[in-house]
């Protein structure tokens, strides 16, 4: 501000001492102010008693004086100014003040006074010499003109009009009037000497503040800490280079921005709370959602008051570093810490329920839900109904629930609904009498009645054609099954435990599954979260894995980076999927395990770029020509529509959703007036 206001004064005040370059200004108050006072003396000196000599003289003279000044603008727009062109002009100056003296009564004229203005332009455009001696012509052009008067060699206008003496004598008139313009000569020069040395004077300060500006400015963009001052209302005054970066912000857009609303807008966990709770000189932590594709920043920050002289505080400054690459190096500490401790722990530990049957293991808040859940069903007959994706343990969980309860001793029959033939599935549920039908050369007993006792473990459900459906609910209604070609129902005491990866809810709506039997199966439901889902079960996972491949005592080291490379991994074939890569990690690796023993899939998997990949269905049947701009855009408005209506509007939530950072969301909400 104080810069722009310097520059302002600059350029005025050249303006006006710069030789020729405020002449314009000259003309242009001659012409508006000098030729209307001409006039209106004229005016006032002659009335209504105009002669026919006086009349033409009021045409010639205001006349010239528009036309001469007139001419001198287009020369000056033209050729610009000289030293003998501002000279012109100010002889033209002491002519009309000369002849309106003249005009308006000679040596009693009221505009006596109008030598002084010329004798100060003079002084301010050609310096102290010059204005002296314009002095002597402004003295001999009123002397020539008095002389001429009263020797009658320079009649008035009006004839009527008498020559009269000024009071107190020509020679008094004559030397005040000399005084005057030598004085206001000196003492117009001084004055402009003097404005010009403090011209020189805020010419020098601004350079030197603009050159002290640009070092601090320097120094602040080569410092590798970003810096970022704002004033006591947190809008931003100044970001360095590096703030800049971190912030992904140009330097045209951050000023006058508010940083509170910048930080909220780049990083989730920023709210009222976290702003109010900023404490000076305290280091805090943040962290900035960056562009899709890109890992977030872990940044630390400390605030500082901006102390000038006087104890004034006008400004706040924030100082960030970026410790992503501390804070990972942090994690892969942690890491092998935790790797160590789990694998260092003896095999012969007493086990809790979580971790007995079959390596069904897990720490997080899911699981140990899970398990609780496995404890209080397991005492009980009731009906489970277990869903998942392939591969999570649906199986594991089942056993569980068997294991832990009376008939954990009973037998446990697994059966894969999806694997029998539809027109075997029957047979081999509740089995047949021999002759039955073509190929029953003897009677089976069937899986239902081969797990009396125990429980029957009907995997992948939602298989299940309809008409078996109908049958299976009979069997769970009546506790009886009639094997095929049998005449008479056969009591059964078996414990059914389903499992699927589709949604049956779905399937009922669809007409695909019986609404009573999935009520029927699903008297307890166990959801089990996907491995992505629950990564921190990753590392015990590992060590249950490499305690079942590892018969002997060999001792397995998986190293932390190979370990992070699991965490980060997206398994799409969950715990099947991780069993596979330790498998191969110990075919190749042997006793340590690197990265280099894992798959390619999982070297390279980028998780921000997996968990923003988006299915996009396009028709086959694509009609071209047609204007994709517009078709990008409507996919556009209806994916952030959607996600604006799963968020309940709330507008960080969505745009967390779409993967991308609350800047660039709120720009496409803008750019379609959402």
Known sequence: MLERQLKKIRRSLLALLGRGQGVGWEILLRMCILGPLLIAGIALSIGDASTNRMNHFMMVLPGSLYVFSLLSIIWLHLRKGSPWFVSLQILADVFFVSA??????????????????????????????????????????????????????????????????????????????????????????????????????????????????????????????????????????????????????????????????????????????????????????????????????????????????????????????????????????????????????????????????????????????????????????????????????????????????????????????????????????????KGAFTGADQEATGLFRRAEGGTIFLDEIGELPLHMQTKLLRVIQEKTVRPVGGDREIPIHVRIISATNRNLKEEVARGNFREDLYYRLNVVSIQIPALRQRREDVPVLVKCILKRLVKDETEIVMSPQAMDLLMKYDYPGNVRELENIIERGLVLGGSVILPEHLPDTVRSYQRSASENVT?????????????????????????????????????KKAAHMLGMNFRSFRYRLQKFDL
């Open 100 to 433: 309106l003296i003249y005009v308006t009564g000679g040596p009693i004229s009221p505009f006596l006074f109008l030598y002084l203005p010329v004798v100060m332009s003079a002084s301010v455009f050609k310096g102290r010499n010059m204005a002296l001696a314009f002095t002597s012509a402004c003295f001999i052009s009123y002397g020539c003109l008095i002389y001429s008067m009263l020797g009658g060699y320079l009649t008035p206008l009006d004839p009527a009009m008498s020559v009269f003496l000024p009071t107190g004598g020509l020679l008094v008139q004559l030397l005040g009037l000399v005084s005057a313009m030598a004085l206001t000569a000196v003492a117009t020069t001084f004055l402009m000497e003097r404005l010009r040395l403090s011209v020189d004077l805020i010419e020098q300060s601004r350079k030197d503040l603009a050159d002290i500006t640009n070092r601090q400015s320097a120094l602040m963009h080569e410092l590798p800490e970003g810096v970022v001052i704002t004033d006591l209302d947190d809008t931003i005054t100044f970001m360095n280079r590096a703030a800049l970066d971190l912030f992904q912000i140009g330097a045209d857009e951050v000023v006058g921005l508010d940083f509170q609303d910048l930080l909220a807008e780049m990083s989730p966990e920023w709210d009222e709370n976290r702003k109010n709770k900023v404490q000076l000189y305290e280091q805090e932590s943040v962290t900035l959602t960056r562009t899709e594709g890109e890992e977030p920043l872990h940044l630390v920050f400390t605030t500082r008051p901006l102390s000038l002289e006087g104890g004034r505080e006008p400004g706040v400054i924030y100082i960030f570093q970026d410790v992503t690459k501390l804070k990972s190096v942090q994690d892969q500490l942690a890491l092998q810490e935790r790797m160590a401790r789990l694998l260092s722990e003896r095999v012969d530990e007493p086990q809790s329920i979580q971790t007995k049957f079959d390596y069904f293991v897990g720490e997080t808040v899911a699981m140990k839900q899970i398990f609780r859940l496995i404890e209080r069903i397991a005492r009980t007959d009731a009906t489970v109904l277990i869903t998942g994706e392939s591969g999570t343990g649906k199986e594991l969980v089942a056993r569980a629930v068997h294991m832990g309860g009376a008939r954990g001793n009973a037998p446990f029959v697994a059966v894969n609904c999806g694997a029998i033939p539809e027109n075997l599935i029957e047979s081999e549920l509740f089995g047949h009498r």
């Open 615 to 651: 299915n996009i269905i396009i028709d086959d049947d694509l009609q071209l020509p047609c204007n994709l701009d517009l078709i990008l855009a409507d996919f556009e408005r209806r994916y952030l529509e959607e996600a604006l209506k799963k968020s309940n509007g709330v507008k």
